[in-house]
């Protein structure tokens, strides 16, 4: 593909583009990731329709668009050890990320963002929601807006990953996540960051991985992140991603938030995830 055969659709929710003329089973050429890495920035998520990719040219494009951030906590493909499989079985209850967050927040240099293929999918139900964090920091009060850019807040994984963790004592997990000893990370981060692709004002907390504001009591952090967590998930901010055989969604973990929707019961859904490196997160 040619970079100017790329074309983008914006959705018709708060975030996110569809990608057209688009074939991930090539190789990108310099321009090609130029060009899509400047939309993920703009629009926050990517979505591909048709790409009957493996697991061999999923690691391609990847690789070919940056570096590939190992996850430490999730069960990985077998044979490519790069890819992260999400997966719920009939029998399971819990869906992994179906609380609305970002990933690898609790990293002092958090991941660019991820990329999710489809591979097994149930009859009904299983989509992802995003939401958009530029709109939902745009439409807070200039007086909010003020006091969040003088905030820093902590992330970490031990409390979602480590040995304490609900996930690493519930028999429902089946496998699917492990390594509890790793989850040894705690982050700072502001609480609004400048993008460094876009250079838009983004939200930074999300209520999976962050514990609090530096320096504020327990309480008082919590009244204002259900405050921000309430204000960023509204449906003007979000889309809804229905899923279907060959789907691929790129997001950007700086600019959205994401969860996984457990509609599905007694059925089996499978995605193969990869993520990327970032960079340090400017105020």
């Known amino acids: 593909m040619k970079s100017n055969s790329i074309r983008f659709k914006r959705t018709n929710g708060g975030v996110g583009a569809f990608v057209e003329n688009a074939d991930l089973s090539t190789h990108l050429s310099d321009s090609q990731v130029k060009t899509l890495k400047s939309a993920l920035g703009e629009y926050g998520v990517l979505f591909f329709r048709n790409q009957m990719i493996d697991p061999h040219a999923h690691q391609a494009f990847a690789e070919n668009m940056g570096t590939i ?3 430490r906590f999730f069960k990985p493909v077998e044979g490519f050890p790069k890819i992260a499989e ?9 869906a992994i990320g179906e609380d609305w967050h970002t990933d ?9 963002g991820s990329i999710l293929l489809a591979r097994e999918l149930p009859q009904h139900g299983g989509d ?3 939401s958009n964090m530029y709109a939902a920091y745009d439409a807070l009060s200039d ?3 003020e006091m969040l850019l003088t905030l820093k807040a902590e992330h970490s994984s031990r409390h979602r990953f480590g040995r304490q963790s609900k996930a690493s004592n ?26 460094p692709i876009s250079g838009r004002k983004a939200l930074y907390v999300n209520r999976a991985f962050t514990l609090g504001f ?35 969604a790129m997001w950007d973990n700086r600019a959205t938030w994401h969860k996984a929707l457990n509609d599905y019961h007694g059925e089996r859904r499978l995605m ?8 340090a997160l400017p105020a």
């Open 69 to 71: 951030d190992i996850n």
């Open 86 to 94: 999400v997966r719920k079985e009939p029998e399971q209850k819990y």
């Open 104 to 112: 690898h927040s609790y990293d002092q240099i958090p991941a660019l």
């Open 128 to 130: 992802t929601m995003f």
């Open 143 to 145: 007086g909010l807006k």
């Open 170 to 195: 519930s028999s429902d997990t089946g496998g699917r996540l492990g390594n509890p000893d790793l989850a040894t990370q705690d982050a700072i981060h502001p609480v609004v960051i400048t993008h």
């Open 214 to 248: 530096v320096g504020w009591a327990q309480a008082e952090s919590k009244a204002l992140l259900d405050f921000l967590y309430n204000h960023a998930s509204q449906p003007e901010f979000t889309y809804r991603f229905e899923w279907e055989e060959g789907s691929v």
């Open 272 to 279: 193969h995830r990869i993520t990327l490196e970032g960079e």
